[in-house]
């Protein structure tokens, strides 16, 4: 019998001060068995960094060809396509093909810094593409604020990014590896 996902609920509640975007996230979260908790929290947080009243997840971690976050227009196009962890580089390439911004979020510490160090040349090439790390423990403090029914508040200020819940508070400023090309 095949394992099913665990839902999780959360509120959201964003102030980006960096964007001025403030809005309160209704959100269903499907976890995949094979998802653990802490990459199921860094999609939590991706989508907080980049929060849009149009900003979606993936249908996760088993469908290929399809982001872990996603921005589309109201004409379908991509317009911003996140992807999570460690992606094969023709596949970040070919996402930097179909939409018109590629997120890279990295959340693994050392395992990410070598996955740069590999790709980080041939995809500098990707003009549309930012690669950002979260810092080495970041993932497993994310994962502590885990609950089948959450109310957080993401707080953005000046690159810093603040996760609150009634469990704790986890803070992290992301490491820009690449930016968009234009856009600093």
């Not at 960096?18 to 269903?28: E, K, Q, V």
């Not at 991706?46 to 929060?51: E, I, K, N, P, V």
């Not at 994310?142 to 508040?153: E, F, I, T």
């Amino acid at each position: 019998m095949a394992l099913k996902a665990t839902v999780h609920r959360a509120e959201l509640q964003v102030s980006d001060l960096d964007r001025h975007y403030y809005a309160t996230h209704t959100l269903t979260l499907a976890q995949h068995p094979s998802e653990t908790d802490a990459r199921l929290m860094v999609r939590l947080l991706a989508f907080g960094l980049f929060a849009d009243e149009r900003l979606e997840f993936g249908r996760g971690i088993s469908s290929e060809g399809e982001p872990d976050v996603w921005l589309r227009s109201l004409t379908g196009d991509i317009e911003h396509w996140i992807e999570l962890g460690q992606p094969e580089e023709a596949d970040v390439r070919r996402a930097c093909g179909r939409a018109r911004k590629v997120t890279v979020v990295g959340y693994s510490g050392r395992g990410f810094g070598l996955w740069w160090e590999k790709n980080g040349a041939a995809l500098a090439r990707c003009n549309n593409l930012q690669v950002i790390e979260l810092p080495a423990g970041t993932a497993d403090a994310l994962a502590a604020l885990l609950a089948r029914g959450m109310s957080l508040q993401c707080l953005i200020q000046e690159g810093e990014v603040q996760l609150m819940a009634e469990s704790g508070t986890v803070s992290v400023t992301p490491i820009l590896h690449q930016a968009v090309a234009g856009r600093g």
